[in-house]
């Protein structure tokens, strides 16, 4: 067996080890903690990240349009066999997995493609703040990009 196949391996059972003993894993989520605010005319959506602790980074969302609550979401990423995924609950529905396809110094991107919108989920911190995007065909089939351009909440 060759190195490269030994190093592979080896970091496979790290990052098995390190998954079943719940402590946090290879990859770095800190850069999403926070409490993140977007605001357009008369709608606040915002996330709330926790930071990661245990292998498990927590996040909720809540959208309210005109001082009425229009939408919340659940969302976690979490280690399966090693692997980051972003899950996420809108509306309190059953969980969706994302799984972690690529990851830069802060920045993150999941997908699921037999999801059917949206196929893929991204953060990236910003100067400012928080950028996040979901993206996947639309109705019509073209590609269709949501973006969000979160700021620090003042809480």
Request: aromatic share 10%.
């Amino acid at each position: 067996m060759n190195t490269n196949k030994l190093m592979a391996m080896g970091l496979g059972l790290a990052c098995l080890t390190a998954a079943s003993s719940g402590k946090t894993l290879v990859h770095d989520f800190t850069w999403m903690a926070g409490h993140w605010c977007q605001k357009h005319e008369g709608t606040v959506i915002e996330e709330q990240w926790l930071k990661p602790s245990g292998g498990l980074v927590v996040g909720m969302g809540r959208t309210v349009k005109n001082g009425e609550a229009t939408g919340f979401e659940f969302q976690r990423i979490e280690y399966r066999e090693g692997t980051p995924y972003y899950v996420a609950q809108p509306g309190g529905a059953p969980p969706v997995a994302f799984r972690l396809t690529a990851i830069g110094d802060g920045w993150a991107r999941f997908e699921n493609p037999s999801h059917d919108f949206p196929k893929r989920v991204e953060y990236r911190r910003t100067q400012g703040g928080l950028h996040a995007q979901i993206a996947g065909p639309g109705k019509d089939g073209k590609e269709k990009v949501i973006p969000f351009e979160y700021l620090r909440c003042a809480d």
